[in-house]
């Protein structure tokens, strides 16, 4: 069946023009002048139109209505712009065109420009990568280039965005597309059976190595692997997959003859490599090698447009899995969503329609119906925190928890040594208040502030731990530890008893002050 194309006649000329080149490519073709005539032929056609030219008039307010109507039925939309617009491209985003031309145009372009826009939407559904926002269309227009070719690919993108989709077009659209395409989460292994899953092993290569078995790479021959999750491979195997891609070739685990492959290698990763090469945590060299050619995958929260499309395609999708009567989405659900800050991304948005869908109990996804979490934009998902040397890492609940519990007990620990040394105050401590010619109490001496120095490294006498004005927490502590020590003669066990602390936390301190 033809491609269906309908062409606007705000422009009069262009538009005959147009379809007469359309028709020569056996395109089916019909030219509408009104807004009223093209919102028909959108919603009454079934299927809707491949796609829709705008030869003029895309300042107006129907243009935009009428390109409203095309993203709501996923419709392309090519716009014809005056040469006269200062800038083209910026109006084309602005206006949510799929793609745009400068007037005067060549009626041999314009059919190739729908061709390959009709070719990408197809792409779209074949792979489930979904949007009309101009940053998953750029992400398309990388995957049309970089597909015919076999240079390696790096994805990077939050978790959640379709790194693996994109990879699966790439193959999709190669001349690879008949070979095997295999993915490897190189995070999920342990070091010790990633490089046997990539490579294989030989027959008694380890223990428990009872056959011969191939890896992903020699299963891949001919194909793509996607390595998915590559900063976390570790280093000693970052070395043999460097050497695969300069000389596609490897040695299986516990193999004295070289193998030759012809795979292409894409990669994904959810951090940032660059990052992880500049704190020495991934090779430098395999990094070059792998970014050759590189998609960003933008997050969801950078892409709200998209959201409203990406609903109505799930709850249909849903509907139809689980043999739902569903009637859809009410707007103030829609715009709930869209405002949403979803942190997992088109994957957390999906699980979430499928939740709704199967428990909605009205046969409609309405505003009471979605979590309060995402009503109210309350964070559940893990957060990031800075690592000693800046770089953000995701961590789960359960290191939240630990972290916390760990903060908890040092604090307690801290108010236990300090009640037990205001306790032993009366015996083991003695304030020395610093001060003019103002008269000291019983039992105390007077020191003049020329002689108090805080930092002063000179053991003190055995007897009691003395506080001197300006000593922090940290001082008093130091010199609790020192007493403590000397009254138990070095034995660090008692030592800990006398001071309420555990044993490890003691050597923990000797060493934070570099007490011997």
């Keep these: 069946m033809a491609d269906r194309v309908l062409i606007t006649t705000d422009d009069l000329e262009q538009a005959v023009r147009i379809n007469a080149a359309l028709e020569q490519a056996r395109f089916d073709t019909a030219m509408v002048s009104s807004l009223d005539d093209v919102r028909q032929a959108v919603r009454g056609r ?20 009428l390109l409203a109507a095309a993203h709501e039925h ?3 939309t090519l716009g014809l712009v005056e040469a006269t617009d200062d800038d083209p491209a910026r109006i084309g985003t602005e206006l949510g065109l799929t793609a745009w031309l400068v007037k005067p145009t060549d009626p041999l372009e314009v059919t190739a420009t729908v061709r390959r826009l009709i070719e990408r939407r197809r792409l779209q559904q074949r792979t489930g990568i979904l949007g009309e926002s101009a940053a998953i269309q750029e992400v398309l227009v990388k995957i049309e280039q970089m597909a015919p070719v076999t240079s390696t690919v790096l994805i990077e993108g939050e978790s959640g965005t379709g790194k693996e989709l994109v990879a699966r077009a790439i193959h999709d659209l190669s001349p690879r597309r008949g070979k095997a395409f295999i993915a490897v989460n190189c995070a999920a292994l342990p070091e010790t059976l990633l490089e046997s899953e990539l490579f294989g092993h030989e027959k008694g290569a380890f223990t428990g190595a009872a056959e011969r078995r191939l890896g992903r790479f020699e299963l891949a021959d001919g194909g793509t692997i996607l390595l998915d999750e590559i900063g976390e491979m570790p280093a000693s195997t970052q070395v043999k ?7 596609k ?6 193999g004295t003859q070289p193998i030759k492959v012809d795979v292409r290698v894409i990669a994904a990763t959810n ?19 792998l970014n050759v050619l590189s998609v960003y995958l933008p997050p969801l929260r950078e892409r709200r447009s998209d959201i409203p499309l990406l609903v109505r395609t799930f709850v249909a999708e849903f509907a139809k899995t689980h043999a739902r009567t569903f009637r859809g989405i009410t707007p103030e659900a829609t715009q709930i969503l869209v405002e949403a800050d979803w942190p997992g991304n088109v994957r957390q948005l999906k699980n979430l329609i499928e939740s709704m869908v199967v428990l909605a109990p009205e046969g409609e996804i309405r505003a009471s119906d979605i979590p309060r979490d995402i009503r109210e934009r309350t964070r559940t998902m893990p957060v990031r925190i800075a690592e000693a040397q800046g770089v953000p890492r995701e961590i789960t609940g359960q290191e939240l928890e630990f972290i916390f519990r760990t ?17 032993r105050a009366p015996e083991r401590v003695e304030v020395i208040e610093v001060g003019g010619s103002r008269e000291q109490g019983a039992g105390s001496r007077r020191l003049e502030p020329a002689t108090v120095d805080p930092l002063d490294s000179t053991p003190e006498p055995d007897g009691p731990v003395v506080y001197k004005a300006g000593m922090t927490m940290s001082d008093v502590e130091r010199a609790a530890i020192d007493a403590a020590l000397r009254e138990t003669r070095g034995n660090r ?16 301190k000797l060493k934070e002050y570099t007490i011997s």
Excluded: W
């Excluded at 940032?272 to 991934?282: D, H, I, P, Q, T």
């Design 249 to 254: 070739s490897f040695f299986r685990v516990g």
């Design 493 to 508: 066990r008692k030592a800990a008893e006398v001071l309420g602390i555990g044993e490890r936390t003691l050597y923990r």
């Design 46 to 65: 079934q299927p809707p139109p491949d796609a829709i030219i705008l030869t003029g008039g895309l300042h107006e307010s129907t243009a935009q209505r």
């Design 271 to 289: 951090k940032s490599v660059k990052e992880a090469v500049a704190l020495g945590r991934f090779r430098d060299d395999l990094f070059y090698r």
């Design 407 to 423: 903060l908890v007990e040092m604090k307690v620990q801290l108010e236990e040594l300090r009640r037990r040394i205001e306790e």
């Design 74 to 76: 996923a419709v392309s």
């Design 241 to 247: 997959l460097l050497r695969v891609l300069e000389d």
